[in-house]
């Protein structure tokens, strides 16, 4: 270290500042210089408690790690903390050797290297994901007990890349088309199938988040956006799309992201994420201190489209009031929703639902469990409870 | 016959896209050969479509199921710990505490094929041929039932082979839960 250090008085008379420029007051502040710029900054180191949870696994290939919800601002995940599930390890790839297979049902097949989709027209838009078996635990009555372990599987990016439609253009199409299957290039080479229909609307091919290239665990440097939709269809580490005339039944919907009802049957191409929200603060987890006012925070999304209401309820369900929603409200995207709250130090608990553009309202657990069983843990949308104890412990049960 | 079957259950499906109209052509990408897309193409329809030739006989499979499988899975598919069972479970789907494996749950033989294929073994994916995942499919098939000591699959036969809960799966009904807010 060859820095020069200066004391605040040499700081002072080199300046020649007064006094009176300087902030005044009992806090501590640096007397000393401290560091310069840095290649690519982080977060404080007070903020060393904001990370994602990563559950115990049996194998790291084969795992998950869950969004801090609770210490979130806003509608935008940080890309760092944007959840994760793998399936076969998140593959190291170089974008120069990266290429994407456009073929079956067309009339031109091509590949496409990452330069190509950089020099193609882009778009940029804000959408959630969301794992399918997010807050599946609620549902079988094991709640979790804070936001990031019961909805973490759960983050919003600006993702920014080409439409999928703009790319089928080039391909051009050949009657009989329906359905593609989108292929990725990690280890296990996961693929899903996908209805044309949604491919022409809304899917990006996208190598931006949050304003740089996507990070490895999120695709790097390639990934499919299929906004609305559970997580697994917006297929990571893109190399194939291949366009066909019907779904070609992948493990990953048949065997799994499959519900199984009482009935024994089970539900099919359950794609939608339907309208769900969830208070962020105060929650489970957290601790309040003593009577007064307090904002109450959380997110809601819908999978088909705008959140037009959120309300909360402060008295265990008996009154329900409408809560503020944050601008930007964005279709497909998560939406932050607030309530000024005083309380008064009494036990309660506190609950969300939100209404999207559809007119859907967000069901009890109750609700959803006397149609669906038990059994049929992916797709849980379910209304959230935290119980807030008259030591001011939010608690999830 | 599959394909029928299907749009029948789901509107989705049926749902064929009319030729795009008058699009930008950027003229970026280049023509994938014939060859890049053989080696790359690796996807398996139920109807048996992608399937490469191939044959392979349960004896084989158990060969290969005992050196690269059993060891997760356990010696008749009744899974190990955190791996899953590959058998049993048929008739409990209805029941408190379903099981899902290929025999109870999986509705086409071509989805075990395709998934023993991309995935499988789990330290080493991708690295069967394509003879010893039809013998590695048989295998499996055979411990749970569905075909016989001396069956081999290939790829005319294993679309043909009848899982028994073909018929088990129902396109998605939602929006389905309908709540009715006692205080709205």
Known sequence: MTQTRLTRRKFLAATGATIGALPISGMNFPKDMGPGPRPYGEPSPFEQSVVRFLPKTSTPASSYSRTPLQDMFGIITPSGLHYEVHHSGVPEIDPQNHEVMIHGLVERPLIFTMEDFHRLPSVSRIHFLECAGNSGGEQIARPARDPQRSHGLLSCSEWTGVPLRTLLDQVGLKPGASWMVAEGADAGRMARSIPLEKALDDVLVAYGQNGEALRPEQGYPVRLIVPGWEGNVSIKWLRRVQVVDQPYMSAYETAHYTDLMPDGTARQFTFVMEAKSVITRPAGGQHLLGAGFYKITGLAWSGRGRITKTEVSVDSGKTWQVAQLNEPILPKALTRFRLPWWWDGKETSLQSRCTDETGYLQPTREELVAVRGLHATDHYNGIKVWYVRANGEVNHE | ?184
């Not at chain 2, 029948?8 to 050969?33: D, E, F, N």
């Not at chain 2, 329809?45 to 006989?57: E, V």
């Open chain 2, 1 to 184: 016959m599959n394909k029928i079957a299907l749009y029948i259950t789901c509107a989705l499906t049926a749902v064929a896209i009319a030729a795009l109209g008058q699009s930008q052509q950027y003229k970026l990408g280049r023509p994938a050969t014939p060859e890049e897309i053989r080696e790359l193409d690796i996807s398996v329809a139920p109807d048996g479509s992608g399937l490469p030739k191939g044959r392979g006989t349960v004896v084989q499979g158990q060969g290969i199921y005992e050196t690269l499988c059993a060891n997760c899975h356990g010696d008749r598919g009744q899974g190990m710990l955190q791996y899953p069972a590959l058998t049993g479970g048929q008739a409990t789907l209805k029941s408190s505490d379903p099981l899902r494996t290929v025999g109870s749950y999986w509705p086409y033989a071509t989805t075990v094929w395709d998934y023993i294929h991309r995935k499988m073994p789990y330290a080493r994916p991708g690295t069967l041929t394509p003879d010893q995942t039809y013998a590695v499919t048989a295998f499996v098939l055979y411990l749970n039932g569905i075909l016989n000591k001396e069956a081999e699959l290939n790829e005319t036969t294993l679309p043909h082979v009848k899982m028994p809960n073909r018929n088990g799966f129902v396109c998605d009904p939602r929006p389905d839960v309908r709540s009715k807010p006692k205080n709205p």
